[in-house]
């Protein structure tokens, strides 16, 4: 006789909230929005790093990337690519095939 799983019950409605407050409730006051505060951050001034420095971390001390020219002979050529639009041939702009139509109406 196989193995059958005790059926389970589902979790009633709320079961797993009874450790959730409604929002504001423990705060005696809150502030939304006030005057910007501007914080220097760890970045350095203007002026004070060296701009070649992600140049000669990419070209020079990385010995372990080498890019070449594309070498398989199965690559399809880059001119036989699809021009855009190439196959929006059976589209139609919208609406211009509609006579009219109705942006909303009294609600029924």
């Given at each position: 006789?196989?193995?059958?799983?005790?059926?389970?019950?589902?979790?009633?409605?709320?079961?797993?909230?009874?450790?959730?407050?409604?929002?504001?409730?423990?705060?005696?006051?809150?502030?939304?929005?006030?005057?910007?505060?501007?914080?220097?951050?760890?970045?350095?001034p203007?002026?004070?790093?060296?701009?070649?420095?992600?140049?000669?971390?990419?070209?020079?001390?990385?010995?372990?990337?080498?890019?070449?020219?594309?070498?398989s002979?199965?690559?399809?050529?880059?001119?036989?690519?699809?021009?855009?639009?190439?196959?929006?041939?059976?589209?139609?702009?919208?609406?211009?095939?509609?006579?009219?139509?109705?942006?909303?109406?009294?609600?029924?």
């Amino acid at each position: 006789m196989p193995y059958r799983r005790p059926k389970e019950e589902n979790p009633s409605p709320g079961q797993y909230d009874k450790h959730l407050k409604k929002f504001g409730e423990d705060t005696k006051s809150f502030t939304i929005g006030k005057k910007y505060d501007w914080k220097p951050d760890e970045n350095p001034p203007v002026g004070g790093y060296d701009l070649d420095s992600g140049y000669k971390a990419t070209h020079f001390n990385n010995k372990s990337v080498i890019i070449k020219e594309a070498s398989s002979p199965y690559r399809r050529p880059k001119e036989q690519n699809p021009d855009p639009g190439q196959y929006d041939g059976h589209l139609d702009k919208f609406g211009s095939k509609t006579k009219s139509f109705t942006i909303g109406k009294k609600y029924e």
